[in-house]
Every structure is written in C-alpha cells, then in structure tokens.
C-alpha cells in the first residue's frame, strides 16, 4: 500500500471517527479518531515512516486515551440524566391521596385519586368518607390499600363492640 494513501487513510479516519462522536456519544470514538488524526499528523510531518510503527502507535494512543482520560472526562462532563424508580408501588407508599368514593374495610368498592387516575381502594381499618386524605399502605393486585389521615370513622365491630359496653 501506498505510504500517502495510508497517511490520508489516517487523517480521514480519525476526522471521521471524530465527528462520528457528535453523532453517537461514548467518548470513545473521539479517542480512536483523535489518536488517528494524531498519527496522520506525524506521517505527513515525517516522523513516522513504517505502517507497523503507525499502527501500532495508534493502537497505544487509543488505549492510553480511553483507559486513562475517559473517566475524567465523564467524571467532569456529565451527560443529562434522572433516576427514578420502574417500581410503582414503591413510589405510591406512603403518598397521601384524597378519598373519592367511601372506602371502607369490607369490600374494594371505594375510590381514591392518585396522580389523576381513580384507583378502587380498600382501608385497612374502618371506614374513610368520601372528600377526606387517606395514606396509602400497599397494593393487592388493582386494589390499593389506604389508611385514613387523622381521625377515622369506627367499623362495625368497633361500633357493635362499644355498643355493647
């Protein structure tokens, strides 16, 4: 192969690779274009002669490049990103919503809000009037299952039981 065509094969590349970067961000085709560049540099000035050398010294400058800069470089330029969490259940714990329909004990006939959405609710203990807060606790399949927030109205055991006394 031609000395000049492998020269330009370099520069070429390693410009290439370069703005390939901007295209599909990793950090690490910068480093392979930028060492190839480096290479072509130094062919046309005439300090590097043998295709091996040239090789080889690409091969060296791309490793010593993305094993040692790379992780400055992501350390110091941080990409845009959030955490959150896939779990919805672990999300809804504990969020206080407000009660829609009267849910009570019993059944799963009562109805909260929560983010806008209507949930069928269960309460843990009595029964929670429709328009009050109530916690939530956990979730059984579709329905979830709430505490009330304050003051709570007594179930029927509890009402049958004080009635008693």
């Known amino acids: ?56 010294l690409w091969l060296a400058l791309s490793v010593a490049l993305t094993l040692i800069i790379r992780p400055f470089i992501k350390k110091y330029f941080k990409p845009e990103s959030y955490f959150k969490y896939a779990d919805e259940d672990y999300e809804a714990m504990d969020q206080v919503v407000e009660v829609v329909e009267a849910v009570n004990s019993d059944d799963n006939s009562g109805k909260i809000r929560m983010n806008g959405t ?40 509890q009402l049958r039981n004080s009635n008693q006394n």
């Not at 990793?26 to 050398?53: K, M, Y």
């Open 1 to 56: 192969m031609d000395a000049d065509l492998i020269t330009w094969a370099f520069l070429g590349g390693g410009i290439l690779l370069m703005i390939l970067e901007f295209v599909l961000p990793s950090g690490v085709a910068f480093f392979l274009g930028f060492s190839g560049l480096s290479v072509g540099i130094l062919r046309l000035a005439g300090i590097l002669t043998g295709t091996g050398s040239s090789v080889l």
């Open 118 to 157: 209507l949930w069928r609710a269960r309460s843990l203990e009595g029964r929670i009037p429709a328009g009050k807060k109530a916690k939530i606790r956990f979730r059984e399949n579709t329905t979830w299952i709430v505490e009330a927030v304050g003051i709570k109205e007594p179930s029927k055991e």
